[in-house]
């Protein structure tokens, strides 16, 4: 899917600023700015796995899927 063409607009928000600074840290960026980007695009990414996992599912998914577990 294309994605449409970035449009910056400036916002003014009241946030938690423990969960910004714990953002900005778990997210390993500088700015505030940064941090709610890359939050914002995690969630844009979650939405569009969630949609083809209902698409495969709604195709008769998969025989078997096994379990990844991560190493390291």
Request: no cysteine; proline share 3%.
């Amino acid at each position: 899917m294309a994605r449409p063409r970035r449009m910056l607009k400036r916002k003014n928000m009241l946030m938690d600023q423990r969960k910004l600074n714990m953002a900005k840290a778990v997210l390993g960026v500088e700015t505030e700015t940064a941090a709610v980007e890359a939050a914002l695009d995690m969630v844009v990414f979650r939405a569009e796995v969630f949609r083809g996992l209902d698409e495969l599912a709604a195709a008769g998914g998969v025989a078997s899927i096994e379990p990844i577990r991560r190493t390291g």
